[in-house]
């Protein structure tokens, strides 16, 4: 299986800020890497598709680049309704797997 | 656009089968494959695994073949089953489309299923 390993575990902001979370996988997975926010309670929601293709409704400022083995996303200006788990996914290879996320906590 | 509804017992016994539904609306069945995903508490997100109209289907080895994915298409729904459980398959279930770019696009609200005696 792929292994994805996101960095940090956690992130402490501010509103305003710019943030990048890393995921790391544990080979090579060309572009094949989406981004997904999870609110407390909630199901994951889809924010970026094959590493940098920003989902239908989802913010100009949240935005995705790598390939290959390294990938991050990058939230421009943090907002109140940012603060939440972030988690990557792989899909280049079966079993799917995903990152073990990344808490975004307002500092 | 595609809604999703997940129902199952909250509740079951070590080494029985957890069994649960997904209920599709909004979106014809043959358009996507048909996942399950899930979270125990604390823990990252797990592919079961995922099923097409045409009744293929393809599951996480990490199971052990315990996972059965099985379709309906006539009530527009989608199942899974899960043998033998223990209390490591207490998780939060969700189902959620998956097309052939590999994304999970729709997904339930997500139900949990607590695995204890």
């Known amino acids: 299986d792929i292994q994805m390993t996101q960095s940090p575990s956690s992130l402490s902001a501010s509103v305003g800020d710019r943030v990048t979370i890393t995921c790391r996988a544990s080979q090579s997975i060309s572009g094949y890497l989406n981004w997904y926010q999870q609110k407390p309670g909630k199901a994951p929601k889809l924010l970026i598709y094959?590493?940098?293709s920003l989902h239908s409704g989802v913010p100009s400022r949240f935005s995705g680049s790598g390939s290959g083995t390294d990938f991050t996303l990058t939230i421009s200006s943090l907002q109140p309704e940012d603060f939440a788990p972030y988690y990557c996914?792989?899909?280049?290879?079966?079993?799917?797997?995903f990152g073990q996320g990344t808490n975004l906590e307002i500092k | 656009q595609v809604q999703l509804q997940e129902s199952g017992p909250g509740l079951v016994k070590p080494s029985e089968t957890l069994s649960l539904t997904c209920a599709v609306s909004?979106?014809?069945?043959?358009?996507?494959?048909w996942s399950w995903i899930r979270q125990p508490p604390g823990k990252r997100l797990e592919w079961i695994g995922y099923?097409?109209?045409?009744?293929?289907?393809n599951y996480n080895p990490s199971l052990k073949s315990r996972a059965t994915i099985s379709v309906d298409t006539s009530k527009n729904q989608f199942s899974l089953k899960l043998s033998s459980v223990t209390a490591a398959d207490t998780a939060v279930y969700y189902c959620?489309?998956?097309?052939?770019?590999?994304?999970?696009?729709?997904w339930g609200q997500g139900t949990l299923i607590t695995v204890s005696s």
């Open positions: 959620a489309t998956y097309d052939s770019t590999g994304i999970f696009e729709y």
């Open positions: 094959a590493a940098s």
């Open positions: 996914q792989q899909s280049y290879s079966s079993p799917v797997t």
């Open positions: 909004g979106g014809s069945i043959t358009s996507y494959y």
């Open positions: 099923i097409y109209y045409s009744g293929n289907t």
